[in-house]
C-alpha cells in the first residue's frame, strides 16, 4: 500500500503508463515521505467515467500518522496535474480520490506496515 | 464476507490458485468467521501494473472483516496467510501486501470504484463481472475478472 488504481476510457499507450506510474510513484514519495517499495500503480480501460472525465484516480493509502489534511489536499493535486500532463489531457478531466485505510490493517513483507511517517524504523526491522 | 485478490497475467497457474482460494478460505474460518465468503480473482493483464517504478510481480489480497475486529486476531490471520501464500507460490513476503479491512472502509473503497464511473460505465462494468465471474466459475473453478472492459 498504497494502491493506486487509474480508469480510462481508451486505452494508455505502455510508455505512457510506465511514465504516469513513475509521476504518481514520485508524487507519493515526494510529498508523504514514504519508500517507493510500498507503491502499486495498477491501469485499467475500457471504462466510462462519470462527468465526462478521460481518467479516474483512486488512491487506497494509509491513513493516520503524518497524513495530515495539508498533505493529502497536495498529494491529490500533484497526481491530478502530474496524470493530466503525461497523459496529455486537460486537468479537469482527471479525478483523484483518496481513500485512507489503517495501516495496522495492512501487511507488506510479513510486517504490519507502519504508521505514515514511521517507515525508516519499520524498514530498519524488516531488513534485519 | 469477500475477499479479492489481485494478482499479475500468467503469473500463477489455476491449480495454485485454487490452492491459494482453499489456504484463504481455510485461514479466514479459523481465525475470523465461518460466515460465507466470496473470493474474487482480479487478473492484471501484463504491463498494467508497477510497484517500486518497475512491472509488478505483487499480489495484493484484500480481506474484508466486521468492523471492530481484535488487532490481534487480524494479526494472526494475515501472518497465517502470508505464510501460506508464499509457501504455494514461492514468492518473496516484499511481494504480497495483504489486508483485513473493516466493512465500513472495505465498502468505501469498492464505492469508490463505483462513484468514479458513469451511470452506463457502472451497468457494463456490472455486466463484465457477471459475465466475467461466471465463465471462469465454469471453465476454472473459481471467480476471475481482468479489469479492462
Redesign the interface.
Known amino acids: 500500500m498504497p494502491l493506486y488504481t487509474l480508469a480510462s476510457r481508451k486505452p494508455l499507450s505502455a510508455a505512457v503508463c510506465k511514465e504516469v506510474a513513475d509521476l504518481v510513484t514520485d508524487a507519493h514519495c515526494q510529498i508523504t515521505g514514504a519508500p517507493a517499495e510500498f507503491v502499486n500503480v495498477v491501469f485499467m480501460h475500457g471504462h466510462d467515467l462519470r462527468d465526462g472525465n478521460l481518467i479516474g484516480v483512486i488512491g487506497n493509502v494509509r491513513s493516520g500518522g503524518n497524513r495530515s489534511e495539508d498533505v493529502l489536499k497536495r498529494l491529490r493535486q500533484r497526481v491530478q496535474t502530474g496524470v493530466a500532463a503525461k497523459a496529455n489531457v486537460a486537468v479537469e478531466k482527471v479525478s483523484v480520490r483518496l481513500i485512507g485505510v489503517p495501516s495496522r490493517w495492512v501487511m507488506e513483507g510479513g510486517e504490519i506496515m507502519p504508521e505514515p511517517g514511521a517507515e525508516a524504523a519499520w524498514l530498519d526491522r524488516a531488513k534485519a | 464476507m469477500k475477499i479479492l485478490a489481485?494478482v499479475q497475467e500468467g503469473q500463477f497457474g489455476n491449480d495454485q490458485i485454487k490452492a491459494l482460494e482453499a489456504t484463504l478460505r481455510r485461514n479466514y474460518a479459523e481465525h475470523v468467521s465461518a460466515t460465507r465468503v466470496t473470493v474474487i480473482w482480479c487478473v492484471?493483464p501484463k504491463?498494467?501494473?508497477?510497484?517500486?517504478?518497475q512491472r509488478?510481480q505483487?499480489s495484493?489480497v484484500s480481506m474484508e472483516c466486521v468492523v471492530g475486529f481484535p488487532?490481534d486476531r487480524?494479526?494472526t490471520l494475515?501472518?497465517a496467510c502470508?505464510r501460506d501464500w508464499t509457501a504455494i507460490t514461492g514468492q518473496n513476503?516484499?511481494q504480497?501486501?495483504?489486508?483485513?479491512?473493516?466493512a465500513d472502509?472495505f465498502n468505501?473503497?469498492l464505492d469508490?470504484?463505483r462513484?468514479?464511473?458513469?451511470k452506463?460505465?457502472n451497468l457494463?462494468?456490472q455486466w463484465h463481472m457477471l459475465t466475467s465471474l461466471l465463465r471462469s466459475k465454469l471453465g476454472k473453478g473459481y471467480l476471475s475478472f481482468r479489469?479492462?472492459?
Request: no cysteine; charged share 15%; net charge neutral.
Open positions: 489481485t492484471i504491463g498494467q501494473a508497477f510497484t517500486n517504478y509488478s505483487s495484493l488487532q487480524r494479526v494475515l501472518q502470508e513476503s516484499d504480497v501486501m495483504l489486508s483485513l479491512i473493516e472502509v468505501n473503497v469508490g470504484n462513484l468514479r464511473l458513469s452506463a460505465g457494463k462494468l479489469p479492462n472492459l
